[in-house]
């Protein structure tokens, strides 16, 4: 079955630092990968996606990803995080057979210390 | 591009009211649109996928008659909470697919008194 795992509920780091959330999918074919992120009482923005071509994938907000097929992984780094960035990141995998259904991880609050 | 708006962004009613939520995809058409609900500190749970022109697809375990989906049109889906009640107070969030992706609404909070 189809699942996105999220390993890190929590994540604090200090403003100015990188930060790296991480995200592990099973997935039977080649899979559609998405980053949303949460503002409290808000719906989820599109920070990036990956379909195919380079694995290293550019989104808004300073974002990237990578995807690495043999690691089952689509890790959501940024070199420099503002206190702006506190939020919940959701990681999702997209199922286009079942009508672009998506799969949610449980998603990782990511809290920024000034 | 690919903003979705939602209708309203917060509600409260009385037990045994309906409430309609809207969801609109404002500079693309979206054949499908999906809504969620989202309980406190958790992640979104699937409610129905909605199709224009056909008849929504329910998850396991979600009511169709309690709520009733509509997708009149390319850029427009409702959901009506029918008969409300406190168990139903959460936040919906709507998303509209454009080009294999999710673009998703605000969300709207409702409260049921």
């Known amino acids: 079955a189809q699942s996105v795992t999220q390993p890190d509920i929590h994540i604090t780091v200090s403003e100015g630092a990188s930060l790296e959330l991480r995200c592990n999918y099973s997935y039977g074919a080649t899979p559609y990968l998405f980053w949303y992120v949460q503002s409290p009482g808000q719906g989820l923005q599109l920070l990036l996606k990956?379909?195919?071509?380079?694995?290293l994938v550019q989104g808004i907000k300073g974002c990237e990803a990578e995807f690495q097929r043999s690691q089952s992984s689509f890790n959501l780094r940024k070199p420099s995080v503002h206190w702006s960035d506190a939020a919940e990141y959701f990681c999702?995998?997209?199922?286009?057979?079942?009508?672009?259904?998506?799969?949610f991880g449980a998603g990782t609050i990511l809290r920024v210390k000034s | 591009g690919a903003v979705v708006s939602q209708h309203p962004s917060w509600v409260i009613c009385k037990s045994g009211t309906s409430v309609k939520i809207e969801c609109r995809s404002l500079?693309?058409?979206?054949?499908?649109m999906f809504w969620y609900r989202q309980f406190p500190k958790q992640s979104l749970m699937l409610m129905a996928t909605s199709n224009e022109g056909s008849k929504a697809t329910y998850e396991q375990g979600v009511e169709k008659d309690k709520f009733l989906i509509n997708h009149a049109s390319l850029t427009l889906s409702t959901l009506t909470v029918t008969s409300a009640h406190p168990e139903d107070s959460s936040f919906y969030i709507c998303?509209?697919?454009?080009?294999?992706?999710?673009?998703f609404g605000p969300g709207t909070r409702l409260t049921v008194l």
């Open positions: 998303s509209a697919v454009r080009q294999d992706t999710q673009y």
């Open positions: 500079d693309f058409q979206a054949t499908t």
């Open positions: 999702a995998v997209g199922l286009m057979e079942y009508g672009n259904k998506l799969v």
């Open positions: 990956y379909f195919s071509g380079d694995t």
